[in-house]
């Protein structure tokens, strides 16, 4: 079990190299069921790991170009904050015990498996969907408004910081959509932002969970060798080929959370 564990790390990273997204959406399920993490540290663990990756990913797509600062930076800024925000004052606000639905007792680990499978459904539809529109360049009739763009930094930032997710699946789609952004810039983008949002993210964390760090950094140095390896795949195979495949599969660890956290309990 230990061995398939840090094979489902080095995953992590790979997928993040082939498709520059969903990673992250293994990271905590990794934590939780392969390496008896409790959810909420395993959330935190995610922050660490999927944004020194993604910084590595982010260092690759800008040596090549496709990385673009300014826009990051600025389209950053809501969720960064939202991020740091969630993990300082929110996360250790979140009472153990929340609530019951007859003797069902929600806690908040159970809470927060539940809410990371809905996260895992939506990222598992957004892969299998047919999006071959957004492989083109594609340049908004009219450019998003500041509110537009502070509103999607918000949300992904509430959810990045709630759930240790990068949400790569959300970002991609807009910096194509309303940003305008070609393909490869919004993934080498999107890569910058989730290494800001998850990392600065992971600092608010700190004085709040007893960081096992030789643990860490050996999960997240085998998830970067495993994006160095996914970048060199992905010049032999096309990324958005395994998209799909990749996206099934989270759908069906999706299902696996919810069936295990509300009915074999």
Same mark, same amino acid.
């Given at each position: 079990? #230990?061995?398939?564990?840090?094979? !489902?790390?080095?995953?992590?990273?790979?997928?993040?190299?082939?498709?520059?997204?969903?990673?992250?959406?293994?990271?905590?399920?990794? /934590?939780?069921?392969?390496?008896?993490?409790?959810?909420?540290?395993?959330?935190?663990?995610?922050?660490?790991?999927?944004?020194?990756?993604?910084?590595?990913?982010?260092?690759? &797509?800008?040596?090549?170009?496709?990385?673009?600062?300014?826009?990051?930076?600025?389209?950053?800024?809501?969720?960064?904050?939202?991020?740091?925000?969630?993990?300082?004052? $929110?996360?250790?606000?979140?009472?153990?015990?929340?609530?019951?639905?007859?003797?069902?007792?929600?806690?908040?680990?159970?809470?927060?498996?539940?809410?990371?499978?809905? $996260? /895992?459904?939506?990222?598992?539809?957004?892969?299998?969907?047919? &999006?071959?529109?957004?492989?083109? #360049?594609?340049?908004?009739?009219?450019?998003?408004?500041?509110?537009?763009?502070?509103?999607?930094?918000? !949300?992904?930032?509430?959810?990045?910081?709630?759930?240790?997710?990068? *949400?790569?699946? +959300? +970002?991609?789609?807009?910096?194509?959509?309303?940003?305008?952004?070609?393909?490869?810039? !919004?993934?080498?983008?999107?890569?910058?932002?989730?290494?800001? &949002?998850?990392?600065?993210?992971?600092? *608010?964390?700190?004085?709040?969970?007893?960081?096992?760090?030789?643990? $860490?950094?050996?999960?997240?140095?085998?998830?970067?060798?495993?994006?160095?390896?996914?970048?060199?795949? &992905?010049?032999?195979?096309?990324?958005?080929?395994?998209?799909?495949?990749? *996206?099934?599969?989270?759908? $069906? /660890?999706?299902?696996?959370?919810?069936?295990?956290?509300?009915?074999?309990?």
């Amino acid at each position: 079990m #230990e061995i398939f564990a840090y094979l !489902a790390s080095a995953l992590i990273g790979v997928s993040l190299g082939l498709i520059g997204g969903g990673g992250s959406i293994l990271t905590v399920p990794v /934590m939780v069921y392969l390496f008896g993490v409790s959810p909420l540290l395993a959330t935190s663990y995610s922050l660490f790991i999927v944004g020194s990756t993604s910084l590595v990913g982010a260092f690759q &797509n800008f040596s090549n170009g496709f990385v673009k600062v300014k826009t990051a930076l600025m389209f950053g800024a809501a969720s960064i904050s939202t991020v740091f925000l969630t993990r300082k004052f $929110l996360i250790p606000s979140i009472p153990k015990h929340l609530f019951y639905i007859g003797s069902f007792e929600v806690t908040e680990n159970i809470m927060t498996m539940v809410l990371f499978a809905i $996260l /895992m459904l939506a990222a598992a539809v957004a892969m299998i969907r047919d &999006n071959d529109s957004l492989g083109k #360049e594609h340049v908004p009739a009219k450019p998003a408004g500041l509110f537009t763009l502070l509103f999607y930094g918000v !949300a992904i930032g509430i959810a990045t910081g709630l759930l240790g997710a990068g *949400g790569g699946f +959300l +970002l991609i789609p807009t910096l194509v959509l309303l940003v305008g952004l070609p393909m490869k810039e !919004a993934v080498g983008t999107s890569l910058l932002i989730i290494a800001l &949002n998850s990392l600065i993210g992971f600092t *608010g964390d700190l004085g709040h969970f007893a960081i096992n760090w030789f643990f $860490l950094l050996k999960i997240t140095g085998i998830a970067i060798a495993g994006i160095i390896i996914g970048g060199q795949i &992905n010049k032999k195979i096309p990324g958005a080929r395994l998209k799909k495949g990749f *996206g099934w599969f989270v759908l $069906l /660890m999706a299902l696996y959370i919810l069936t295990k956290e509300l009915f074999l309990k």
